[in-house]
């Protein structure tokens, strides 16, 4: 075989002397990085990151504790009360008491609807370390 190799470039000239050398660097690379790879075991899978906080919560809430909310509106009111930016501890923990007192009203006309807001609310509070009003 290396005397076939040498007699062809021997006798070529020009591009496909050209074209024959860089299809022999090609594979010399190829088999570098193969050797590389089987000696150092493979290409390594990094482990999958561990969720969220509000992962975690979102899908906890999302699992079968609402009653009105889709998941896409529990996911867009818990992001809008885990975010200090968008709600401030004071807001987030007096619209926890006011869901709070609508959930155990009998005579409120949406117990669904404050079921579920309360239930973000509270979970978003535990995320964020705010602490619930004393009377709660």
């Known amino acids: ?20 050398g860089f299809a022999i660097a090609a594979l010399c690379v190829v088999a570098a990085v193969a050797v590389y790879l ?5 290409p390594r899978e990094r482990p999958p990151a561990p969720p969220s906080p509000a992962e975690t919560a979102l899908a906890d809430l999302t699992a079968g504790e609402m009653r009105q909310f889709t998941d896409l509106q529990v996911s867009q009111r818990l992001d809008t009360y885990l975010s200090p930016t968008e709600r401030t501890d004071a807001q987030i923990r007096n619209a926890h008491r006011t869901w ?16 579920d807001m309360f239930l973000i609310i509270d979970r978003a509070m535990q995320i964020r370390g705010v602490q619930p009003h004393p009377d709660l």
């Open 1 to 20: 075989m290396m005397r076939k190799i040498r007699l062809f470039l021997r006798h070529e000239v020009g591009a496909a002397k050209t074209e024959a």
């Open 38 to 42: 089987v000696m150092i075991g493979g």
């Open 100 to 115: 709070a007192e609508r959930a155990r009203d009998p005579a409120y006309r949406d117990p669904d609807l404050a079921h």
